[in-house]
């Protein structure tokens, strides 16, 4: 089955929750609405022609200008049949909550922890949503949102040097 | 944090027992231990809070990020050319096995052909980054598990291709030697001569180290049947590299997904059987044997050629031109101050380094810096598992477990 094939039949399975499909650079990456994400992430998981039974990363990316501004990423890989899928879906800031797929694969468990501590995006039905990289107590922001301060947060500016050739 | 309640257990009397009623109730309580942040085992500063049973795991929680340096974060803030440096201090055991998987990922977004020679010399220092790797890995596993000869051995070998790594792109660690579109220098006579020289001293080697732990019944005891994982389990996890083809799953990205020189190149991917550790021992053993054997090859096949694409607006001119030409020089600057202008889109590029798939997930929306940029570590997904490969086993078979992820803590936290 050609990654053209892939699309059309997720197309065809899900009218009403599909958006879009785009290959480029031979990757395919279909979106869908968040709330068919995770029928179709069962049916690429379940279904016999699909056979998606490897997840390979989840991730995020942040639009600040979209009105939905988050974008959650899946990526899958088949071992029977040598392919992959990007899996992607769109989430508003005022609600930014997708279900979560670690009943499906196991491996989501870290990735999607990864995602809600980075970018602040949090996943309905996990086992264990809390901060894996920054600190449990961390309060300032969700650190890959592109409104968090790429070189500080301009304290350093503040910072009061000793004249170390006045004595 | 989440295991403020102490559970308590007390036991009953067993029926099938009657005269164990006059013996006074035992109260036992499960035991919380905090392993790490510092513990010359975990290889790192990693921390996992235990909770045991006696000696036995119950449940185990990693606690990751002690050495988050956002790399992820930084990388959105230069340029592509910039980043490559950044990607040794990933997995800064094995740097050329980085730069070679960010390398590929900015090349398919680019679209860029990589020459044949460039691609020959790629797939040779990769395969000694592996061998160096497996090295590394096989003497600090043995270390742990108190088998110190062995790490001896592998770190004499070591030495050996990290002066050679010295030799050819001035550091023996943080080496930065690949380019996008090819790579920063081709090998010398003397480098080739060395490697030659190796690749006659080193097979010989691996029989000995295999001789030290073969017949060491320490070894043996704790590595047969320990943390075994299922091929089923293995692939929901997401686990790659060894620890998947352990369980018997044969997914190898130089095989499935055929990049570099490696298709043009005869080597078999070991597969494990049982899924316990002692399988991912025997894989990464053999791929040693598989390593030398690649780059006998890749030696064989090399022809004369370029080693950069000729891509002026992406790829950098030759050093030698640097220094003579001022538009080579006025080009070399720009690429580096302003970057190249990546097309709109995103792609991941996956490729198979020795601890499992190094992936790249690249977003650009144009212009010269990678507007949203991802790391797939495996050791860091590898974590993931931890809990679930521990469970039921002593509490010292935590630090097997650390050793058989070949876990580098630079890569986990990122």
């Known amino acids: ?167 | 944090m989440a295991f403020e309640d102490q559970r308590t257990t007390v036991y009953k009397v067993d029926p099938a027992h009657p005269e164990s009623e006059t013996l006074p109730t035992l109260r036992t309580e499960e035991l919380l231990l905090n392993m790490g942040p510092q513990h010359p085992s975990t290889h790192g500063v990693l921390k996992v809070i235990l909770e045991l049973e006696g000696e036995r795991l119950v449940k185990s929680t990693p606690v990751l990020g002690f050495l988050h340096r956002g790399v992820e974060k930084l990388a959105e803030d230069g340029t592509y050319h910039q980043f490559i440096p950044h990607t040794d201090r990933l997995d800064y055991v094995c740097a050329m096995y980085n730069n070679f998987a960010y390398c590929r990922a900015v090349e398919k977004l680019m679209n860029i052909t990589v020459p044949d020679r460039a691609d020959y010399l790629r797939t040779i220092v990769a395969e000694v980054q592996r061998i160096i790797g497996h090295q590394f890995w096989l003497g600090t596993q043995a270390l742990d598990i108190g088998a110190m000869t062995v790490f001896f051995y592998c770190f004499r070998d070591r030495e050996i291709l990290l002066d050679w790594f010295d030799e050819l792109c001035g550091a023996r660690l943080t080496t930065s030697w690949y380019r996008i579109g090819g790579v920063e220098r081709d090998f010398t006579p003397s480098l080739l001569g060395k490697l030659r020289q190796f690749l006659d001293y080193f097979p010989p080697k691996i029989d000995e180290y295999v001789v030290f732990l073969e017949k060491n019944r320490i070894w043996i005891a704790r590595t047969k049947g320990v943390a075994v994982i299922s091929a089923e389990d293995a692939v929901s996890f997401g686990l790659s590299g060894p620890t998947l083809r352990g369980s018997g799953v044969d997914y190898d990205l130089r095989k499935a997904e055929p990049y570099s020189a490696y298709p043009k190149c005869e080597f078999s991917v070991p597969l494990g059987k049982n899924g316990d550790t002692y399988d991912r021992y025997w894989i990464r053993v053999q791929e040693l044997y598989e390593s030398v054997k690649i780059i006998r090859q890749c030696l064989e096949q090399m022809q004369e050629g370029p080693i950069m694409a000729d891509v002026p607006s992406v790829t950098l001119p030759p050093k030698e031109r640097v220094f003579t030409n001022l538009e080579s020089m006025i080009q070399q600057f720009k690429l580096f101050s302003q970057g190249f202008d990546a097309p709109p889109g995103e792609i991941y590029c996956g490729t198979e380094a020795h601890k499992g798939e190094l992936g790249f997930y690249i977003v650009s929306t144009g212009g010269g810096k990678p507007y949203r940029l991802k790391i797939r570590a495996p050791s860091f997904i590898h974590m993931g598992a931890f809990d679930h490969m521990s469970r039921g086993y002593m509490i010292a078979d935590a630090i097997t477990l650390f050793g058989t992820y070949d876990i580098v803590m630079g890569e986990c936290d990122r």
């Open chain 1, 1 to 167: 089955m050609s990654l053209q094939q892939v699309a059309s039949r997720v197309q065809e399975t899900f009218a009403t929750g599909f958006v879009r499909a785009v290959e480029w650079r031979g990757d395919l990456a279909v979106t869908v609405t968040r709330d068919r994400l995770h029928e179709v992430a069962q049916f690429l998981h379940d279904d016999p022609a699909m056979d998606f039974d490897y997840i390979v990363h989840v991730s995020s990316v942040d639009w600040p200008d979209d009105e939905e501004r988050f974008e959650v990423v899946y990526e899958f890989y088949s071992i029977k049949k040598r392919q992959r899928i990007r899996l992607k879906t769109r989430v508003p800031e005022s609600d930014c909550i997708v279900d979560s797929l670690t009943d499906l694969w196991k491996g989501a468990d870290f990735m999607e922890r990864e995602v809600y501590d980075m970018m602040g995006i949090r996943f309905r039905h996990h086992p264990d949503l809390r901060r894996i990289l920054m600190p449990d107590d961390y309060t300032e922001g969700y650190p890959l949102r592109k409104d968090f301060p790429l070189r500080g947060k301009g304290w350093r500016d503040t910072f009061e040097f000793l004249d170390e050739t006045a004595r």
